[in-house]
């Protein structure tokens, strides 16, 4: 059965940086979909990052430019979330999502319309001040 499960989060102080991880497993990929959301408390789930395996095309959400980076290992099967320089506004619940079978225009719009068929259960992070 196909999953991903999310490891890596915790508590830092403002400034800091946490690197998330994200295991992808049961599914025999092919031009696969990976993103990473995020859930502020009271907000709605919003994309933060994503990639496309067949072009390597990156994604981001403005808040992520510039402070957060994404990377690939194990022949795709993990997607990492660099985060540095992390803001109390930052804190809340990290999902790593998956989808196959895409084009990379799919990706991108998924990624904004945060449609995906796979979903983990979600890592927290917590910036302190």
């Known amino acids: 059965q196909a999953k991903v499960v999310e490891s890596g989060g915790g508590s830092v102080q403002a400034g800091g940086s946490l690197r998330l991880s994200c295991v992808a497993s049961?599914?025999?990929?092919?031009?696969?979909?990976m993103a990473w959301f995020r859930q502020l408390p009271g907000k709605e789930r919003e994309g933060v990052a994503a990639?496309?395996?067949?072009?390597?095309?990156?994604y981001f959400a403005d808040s992520a430019k510039g402070r957060f980076t994404i990377s690939q290992d194990n022949g795709g099967n993990t997607l990492d979330l660099q985060m540095n320089s992390l803001k109390p506004d930052d804190t809340g619940t990290y999902y790593c999502?998956?989808?196959?079978?895409?084009?990379?225009?799919?990706?991108?719009?998924?990624?904004?319309?945060?449609?995906?068929?796979?979903w983990g259960q979600g890592t927290q992070v917590t910036v302190s001040s």
């Open positions: 049961g599914v025999t990929w092919s031009f696969y979909c």
């Open positions: 999502a998956a989808d196959w079978g895409l084009s990379a225009s799919d990706c991108a719009n998924r990624f904004k319309r945060r449609n995906f068929d796979l």
């Open positions: 990639i496309y395996s067949g072009t390597d095309a990156q």
